[in-house]
């Protein structure tokens, strides 16, 4: 549940694709390439069906989970980051889904590990991340340690993170909160606000451009990855 990053090694964002090919020879190149009537009607039939497969994938991309606002402002080394998600599920899974910290390295590549230890305090934990991320040629690995602090409600709940002094960040904190939405069309409207202070040094200008950029495509990674655990713990058998 971080942030973006930025570093020294260069990376890109697309490799080059190499087309494979059965190991049948290819046709000669004399072969005739004209229609006879059969085809034409096949192929007709099967062009008339593509505007119900594009309407079927705009469909299936309505119900995910929609970000209405990712601002990110910078005071001197400290960020501050704030999130407005609307969540396609009930408040009280979307809430334990986000407590189901092992399951954010199904959501988010750039998640290398997470460990999880209890404390004495029945709700809170200390989380321990790693995490690997490029933006444009910038890229880091940063290892974080938080104390995460639950407090459930009968509509949704606030989870408080703690950032400690350790690896990459000097500190920092973090709040979410988990509500009915009163007027999104979703169930749930999660609303995330962080701060945090690198403990790396970051280029003044382009720095909050990274950060802000990273934080939008980490706002639709974690809706979408909330959405689809909180609906599948609504799946789950009752014990």
Same mark, same amino acid.
């Given at each position: 549940?971080?942030?973006?990053?930025?570093?020294?090694?260069?990376?890109?964002?697309?490799?080059?694709?190499?087309?494979?090919?059965?190991?049948?020879?290819?046709?000669?190149?004399?072969?005739?390439?004209?229609?006879?009537?059969?085809?034409?009607?096949?192929?007709?039939?099967?062009?008339?069906?593509?505007?119900?497969?594009?309407?079927?994938?705009?469909?299936?991309?309505?119900?995910?989970?929609?970000?209405?606002?990712?601002?990110?402002?910078?005071?001197?080394?400290r960020?501050?980051?704030?999130?407005?998600?609307?969540?396609?599920?009930?408040?009280?899974?979307?809430?334990?889904?986000?407590?189901?910290?092992?399951?954010?390295? =199904? !959501?988010?590549?750039?998640?290398?590990?997470?460990? %999880?230890?209890p404390?004495?305090?029945?709700? *809170?934990? @200390?989380?321990? &991340?790693?995490?690997?991320?490029?933006?444009?040629?910038?890229?880091?690995?940063?290892?974080?340690?938080?104390?995460?602090?639950?407090?459930?409600?009968?509509?949704?709940?606030?989870?408080?993170?703690?950032?400690? =002094? !350790?690896?990459?960040?000097?500190?920092?904190?973090? %709040?979410?909160?988990?509500?009915?939405?009163? *007027?999104a @069309?979703?169930? &749930?409207?999660?609303?995330v606000?962080?701060?945090?202070?690198?403990?790396?040094?970051?280029?003044?200008?382009?720095?909050?451009?990274?950060v802000?950029?990273?934080?939008?495509?980490?706002?639709?990674?974690?809706?979408?990855?909330l959405?689809?655990?909180?609906?599948?713990?609504?799946?789950?058998?009752?014990?």
């Amino acid at each position: 549940m971080a942030t973006g990053a930025w570093g020294v090694r260069f990376c890109t964002d697309s490799e080059p694709v190499a087309i494979v090919g059965s190991g049948a020879a290819a046709p000669p190149l004399s072969r005739p390439c004209g229609y006879h009537a059969r085809m034409i009607v096949t192929r007709a039939r099967k062009v008339r069906h593509w505007p119900l497969w594009v309407l079927l994938l705009f469909a299936v991309s309505a119900h995910g989970a929609e970000v209405s606002g990712v601002q990110v402002a910078r005071h001197g080394a400290r960020f501050l980051i704030d999130m407005h998600i609307a969540i396609d599920a009930p408040a009280q899974a979307v809430f334990w889904a986000l407590q189901d910290y092992a399951a954010m390295t =199904r !959501y988010n590549p750039d998640l290398r590990a997470v460990r %999880v230890e209890p404390t004495p305090a029945p709700d *809170r934990v @200390r989380l321990f &991340t790693t995490i690997h991320t490029c933006v444009l040629v910038f890229c880091k690995t940063m290892r974080q340690e938080q104390i995460m602090t639950a407090t459930a409600s009968a509509d949704g709940g606030t989870l408080d993170a703690e950032l400690l =002094r !350790y690896g990459d960040f000097e500190g920092g904190r973090g %709040v979410w909160i988990v509500k009915p939405c009163q *007027r999104a @069309r979703a169930l &749930t409207c999660l609303d995330v606000r962080i701060e945090l202070v690198p403990a790396f040094w970051v280029p003044p200008v382009l720095g909050s451009w990274v950060v802000g950029r990273k934080m939008n495509e980490e706002a639709h990674r974690t809706g979408d990855g909330l959405e689809q655990t909180a609906r599948g713990i609504l799946a789950r058998p009752a014990d």
